[in-house]
């Protein structure tokens, strides 16, 4: 089992950027996947974007694409994830989650272990 704390959420004004960080403990971090994924009130929760055990690939939503980028740190167990260019849409709670594998996935069931999540919030 793998242990995630998120921290980095918090209040920004649409066109505005944040980065969350995730940090993990248990398991070998470079041995596994990580994903961040979201949830809005009364919405489903939502893939957001994915790495690699080695870092070496990436996989976003579309909603995300050119606009995120999560990246990992395997020396010291912790994956990020850059908002730029927010916007109201993206106010949610962002989770990380480690994955079963090491390869890329947006699949929910690859996920093994979730953080409890930080809010993130874009006003107009």
């Known amino acids: 089992q793998v242990q995630l704390v998120e921290s980095g959420g918090g209040l920004v004004q649409a066109g505005g950027s944040l980065r969350l960080s995730c940090a993990a403990s248990?398991?070998?971090?470079?041995?596994?996947?990580m994903g961040w994924f979201r949830q809005a009130p009364g919405k489903e929760r939502e893939f957001v974007a994915s790495?690699?055990?080695?870092?070496?690939?990436?996989y976003y939503a579309d909603s995300a694409k050119g606009r995120f980028t999560i990246s990992r740190d395997n020396a010291k167990n912790t994956v990020y994830l850059q908002m730029n260019s927010l916007k109201p849409e993206d106010t949610a709670v962002y989770s990380c989650?480690?994955?079963?594998?090491?390869?890329?996935?947006?699949?929910?069931?690859?996920?093994?272990?979730w953080g409890q999540g930080t809010q993130v919030t874009v006003s107009s």
């Open positions: 790495i690699s055990a080695s870092g070496g690939s990436t």
């Open positions: 248990g398991r070998t971090f470079s041995s596994y996947a």
């Open positions: 989650a480690a994955g079963r594998y090491g390869r890329i996935s947006r699949w929910v069931y690859e996920y093994d272990s």
